[in-house]
Every structure is written in C-alpha cells, then in structure tokens.
C-alpha cells in the first residue's frame, strides 16, 4: 500500500497536478510569527502567528493534545476528531489528517464524518414542520419518546464508516398519531446515532480506544437536550467549553503562544474556564436499544437505496 510521504510535499500528487514539489511553499511550524501585516493597511504591524484548519483549530481550542483526545464538531456536518500523537494511521472509513506541527513535531487526527448534521435540523425547518431551528429544543423537551418514528440523516449518502453516496435519506414510522415533536425528535436521534457509529469506528481503528469524554461544539451544541441525549447515546461524558467559537479560541492560543503572551500550554490550561459536562442518565439504557433499532433502519434504507440506484 502506497503512504504519503509525513511532514512533507508528496512529490508523487505534485507531479500529478503538474506542480514542481519545491516551488510549493515551505511547510512551517503552526505556531509561529511568519510576518506582520502591513501598517498602511491596518495601522499597525500586527503578527500573522498560526495557521491551521477548522478541525484542527478546534481540536486545539478543546485542548485536545494527548493521543486519544476526541471533539466533535456539530455543524452542517459533524465532524469527530480523535489524536493519533505522532502516529499517521490509514482507515478507509475515515480520514487520516495531520494536526499540526510544534515544536519539531507532527501530530495527526483521525476524522469521522456525519455529513448532513445540523443540515438535517434545517430540513426539518425548510419542511416547516419547525418555525425555527432554534424551536428544535423546545419541542425535543416535550417528547422524550420518538413515537416509533426513525430518521437516517442520509441526505447526501452516509459518510463514516459506510462511506456511501447513494444512501437517500428516510423517515420511517409515521402513523395518524406522530406529531411534530416525534419527528423533532427521531431526526435529533438520527444525528446522535450516526455520530455514535462514527465514535464506534474511531475506537475501531485508533490505538486509543477509551475516549471518555468527548468534547463538543458548534450550532447544535447548544442544544441541551441534544448534549444529553448524545451522552446518553454514547454512554459517556460530553463536555462543552464555555464559548462556542472553538475553532477562533484555537487559532488564538496558537498565535498566542507565538508571540508570548502564554508562555505555555499549562498556563493556557489553568486560565481555561470548564464549561458544562453532560452525563449519561437513567434513560441511557433504552437509548441503547433505541439504538439497534436505528440501525436495523439503516440497513434496511440502504437496502433499498442500493436497489434503486440498479435501477437507474
């Protein structure tokens, strides 16, 4: 099996696209002054000090450093991230990516994927069965139970672990007696189960298979109702930091660790305010029934799905 070169250029992909690997620009540390803007334009010589991705700014923001440390990121996708340390590992299941460099080093991630997330809460809303996004939490606190409604939030195939583009979407179990809140519901569930199958993937493949807590953020995890219905679907702690704008707090702690105003991570970590965990609860154990059922829902939609695309 062909591996990518680590840490730098591939010059095999260079040549496919037709690029020289040495006129690419030089890979630099992620923390690190790399020059300053220009005072004309912003009145002052300000340092341009990190660089990094969404994911990894996250990744950062949460403060997950050690191998094994897991965040989620519930967006129009969900994105779960678990750090691999220095070990790049490849998985056709899930995407293998480098986090970042400092200090010498290179640290990697392995990345899972729910691909419609927060999309699938916005359909609900588009089909009006919702006045508003935000109306999902209220509803969600009125109907524990689905009313034997399930949803597959397969709106654009199913990504981990399946990773399949053909799989439609599906809502499964309506009678005379669902009403708006079942369905609220059933889709909330479909988003939490399917990010189960992505953590269950991630503990397949990575060495680091505890992950006991799972750091969260992003629009939908704002959401109480949905944080504890994701930990009572994982079986384990979730934990949100006190602001939402994970990927902005990363950014900053890198930069500012460039520019010294952290001297380091530990005094990062001891200025951090913990925000709110979420542990499971009594319902926890129907949840992991609930759970089966779901799946057996996804298979049976695939089925179908996967017939019909013969058709075509």
Not at 92 to 117: H, M, P, Y
Not at 181 to 202: K, P, S
Not at 288 to 311: C, H, I, M
């Amino acid at each position: 099996m062909w591996l990518p070169p680590i840490g730098e250029w591939s010059p095999e992909v260079a040549q496919l696209i037709g690029m020289p690997a040495e006129k690419l620009a030089t890979i630099v540390p992620s923390s690190h002054v790399y020059g300053t803007t220009l005072q004309e334009e912003f009145g002052a010589e300000i340092p341009v000090a990190a660089v990094a991705g969404d994911q990894q700014a996250a990744m950062f923001g949460h403060l997950c450093r050690e191998p094994g440390a897991g965040k989620a990121t519930y967006g129009t996708s969900v994105m779960v991230n678990v750090n691999t340390g220095d070990e790049w590992i490849y998985s056709e299941k899930l995407n293998s990516l480098a986090l970042w460099r400092l200090d010498g080093q290179d640290e990697f991630c392995l990345e899972g994927t729910v691909i419609t997330g927060g999309a699938s809460v916005s359909l609900v809303k588009d089909l009006h069965i919702l006045e508003t996004v935000e109306k999902n939490l209220e509803l969600n606190e009125i109907a524990f139970n689905n009313g034997g409604v399930f949803f597959i939030p397969a709106l654009q195939g199913l990504g981990t672990p399946y990773m399949d583009p053909e799989t439609k979407g599906a809502l499964l179990g309506l009678t005379r007696s669902t009403t708006r809140a079942h369905i609220t519901r059933a889709v909330l569930e479909g988003i939490a189960f399917r990010t189960r199958q992505v953590v269950e993937t991630l503990r397949e493949v990575s060495p680091f298979t505890a992950l006991e807590t799972l750091r969260v953020d992003g629009g939908m995890a704002a959401n109480d109702a949905f944080l504890q219905m994701q930990a009572d679907i994982l079986d384990i702690n979730i934990e949100r930091p006190n602001t939402n704008q994970v990927t902005s707090l990363g950014i900053a702690y890198l930069a500012g660790l460039a520019v010294g105003f952290w001297t380091s991570e530990d005094e990062i970590k001891q200025a951090k305010v913990r925000g709110k965990i979420f542990t499971p609860s009594d319902h926890a154990t129907e949840m992991q029934e609930r759970f089966k059922q779901w799946e057996k829902a996804v298979d049976a939609v695939r089925a179908l799905s996967a017939t019909e695309y013969k058709r075509s």
